[in-house]
C-alpha cells in the first residue's frame, strides 16, 4: 500500500516562500507522475505542477516563473518550491502520486493535504 506524507505548508506573508515535501512509501512502479494539487474554500481542485519519473514537468499558468517543482526519485519524494507567494495561493495543497502498471493501468495517491495560507 502507497502512503503519501506531505510537510511544510504554513502561515508566510505576501511575497514570501514556502517549500512543500511529499515522500511516498511503499512499493511505487518506476514510471510515475508525483505532482501537487490545491484546493481553495469553494473551488475545486486544481493542478498546481506535476514531474514525471523521466523529469518532464507541467505547470500551472498561474504559478509558471514562481513555483518550483523537483524530485528525489531515489527517496521518492517530490517538492514544490513556492517563491513570490500570493494571497490567491492560499489553498490546501495536496500531493498526488499516479504509478502506472507494466499494463498501463494507472493507480491514483493522494496525501492528507497541508494548508498554506498566504497573508497580504
Known amino acids: 500500500q502507497v502512503q503519501l506524507v506531505e510537510s511544510g505548508g504554513g502561515l508566510v506573508q505576501a511575497g514570501g516562500s514556502l517549500r512543500l515535501s511529499c515522500a511516498a512509501s511503499g512499493s511505487i512502479f518506476s514510471i510515475n507522475i508525483m505532482g501537487w494539487y490545491r484546493q481553495a474554500p469553494g473551488k475545486q481542485r486544481e493542478l498546481v505542477a506535476l514531474m514525471r519519473s523521466f523529469g518532464s514537468t507541467n505547470y500551472a499558468d498561474s504559478v509558471k516563473g514562481r513555483f518550483t517543482i523537483s524530485r528525489d526519485n531515489a527517496k521518492n519524494t517530490v517538492y514544490l518550491q513556492m517563491n513570490s507567494l500570493k494571497p490567491e495561493d492560499t489553498a490546501v495543497y495536496y500531493c498526488?502520486?499516479?504509478?502506472?502498471?507494466?499494463?498501463?493501468?494507472?493507480?491514483?495517491?493522494w496525501g492528507q493535504g497541508t494548508q498554506v495560507t498566504v497573508s497580504s
Open positions: 498526488n502520486l499516479k504509478a502506472i502498471d507494466p499494463s498501463a493501468r494507472v493507480y491514483d495517491y
